[in-house]
């Protein structure tokens, strides 16, 4: 709708917001083990995945380091899609409906998308 054009930049700053927001929320459960039914072991791939969800998420949702933070929280959740949900099984399995991988692949396209667009508008790093 054209009508909706004019508030792109605001639409995409409050995306990468939430998005940071959510994602860090993921990294805090891992980390703290609070708001969660499971808390990997201190130093374990997953608790460093939480880690990088944590500081990560944080860093989109404030618009510092964008381009880094987003780049590098994209690779974490292609990895967790292609080592936790599809574990590299041929068939069915590929796709993320059926194997649970639904946000792993999400997060992972639109953090890539986040990398090559920046901070923008609401973000310490706006120019």
């Not at 929280?73 to 993320?96: D, I, N, R, T």
Request: charged share 15%; glycine share 14%.
């Amino acid at each position: 709708m054209k009508m909706l054009e004019k508030y792109g930049n605001e639409v995409y700053a409050l995306m990468r917001i939430v998005a940071g927001f959510m994602f860090a929320f993921h990294g805090f459960q891992k980390v703290l083990g609070i708001l969660s039914e499971f808390q990997p072991p201190i130093g374990s791939q997953l608790w460093l995945g939480g880690v990088i969800e944590l500081v990560g998420g944080l860093a989109i949702m404030l618009g510092f380091q964008t381009r880094w933070a987003a780049f590098i929280c994209s690779g974490e959740m292609a990895v967790a899609y292609f080592q936790y949900h599809w574990k590299l099984q041929l068939g069915p399995a590929f796709f993320p409906g059926v194997n649970k991988g639904e946000l792993a692949a999400l997060y992972s396209f639109v953090f890539l998308y986040i990398a090559t667009k920046g901070g923008g508008i609401w973000s310490i790093d706006k120019k």
